[in-house]
């Protein structure tokens, strides 16, 4: 298990991670920038591949609707 901190504060990430994606990542409540990550030892590659995917697309996305 570990916590990473995001770029920057993501509210609503763990709600589009679960709706958009079908991942269970629970992010601070708060509003602040961390992310806690627990694998399991069954948990492949491809999955963390995928999670990384998912994040990298939904922050993303969080900057261009900033940016409009």
């Not at 709706?19 to 399991?40: C, F, W």
């Not at 995917?53 to 409009?68: F, G, N, P």
Request: net charge negative; proline share 6%.
């Amino acid at each position: 298990m570990a916590a990473v901190r995001l770029p920057r504060p993501a509210p609503g990430l763990s709600d589009r991670l679960f709706t958009r994606h079908q991942m269970e990542i629970p992010v601070d409540a708060r509003g602040t920038d961390l992310l806690r990550l627990s694998v399991a030892a069954y948990t492949t590659r491809e999955e963390i591949d995928r999670l990384l995917a998912a994040l990298a697309r939904e922050l993303d996305s969080e900057d261009r609707q900033q940016d409009e």
